[in-house]
Nanobody, 118 residues
């Protein structure tokens, strides 16, 4: 059974930083893609950052240059370093892991709240 557990959310002032962690129950290399999504009240869930098992990364335009996704295989953990946070970054952040063999399937964590406010 695959489990994803997020941590690291909290309340920060604009311009501050947070690092989110997603601890997995198995090797991160067993997933084809892992990523971070976020959902603000009244809005659709959106992809923030993703990383493939081959190390390719992509980011939403709104966070490019401010956020960095990375993985630590030894710890079975994927991180999202968030710098220069803005109020519009406020959302629940969800860890996602996708496999494509034997079929495409997405696993989700429970989410962690990030609030950026002065």
């Amino acid at each position: 059974q695959v489990q994803l557990v997020e941590s690291g959310g909290g309340l920060v002032q604009p311009g501050g930083s947070l690092r989110l962690s997603c601890a997995t129950s198995r090797s991160i290399f067993s997933f084809n893609v892992m990523g971070w999504y976020r959902q603000a009240p009244g809005k659709e869930r959106e992809l923030v950052a993703g990383i493939t098992s081959g190390g390719y990364r992509n980011y939403a335009d709104s966070v490019k240059g401010r956020f960095t996704i990375s993985g630590d295989n030894a710890k079975n953990t994927v991180y999202l370093q968030m710098n220069n946070l803005k109020p519009e970054d406020t959302a629940v952040y969800y860890c996602n892991a996708r496999i494509v063999i034997p079929r495409t399937y997405d696993y989700w964590g429970q989410g962690t709240q990030v609030t950026v406010s002065s």
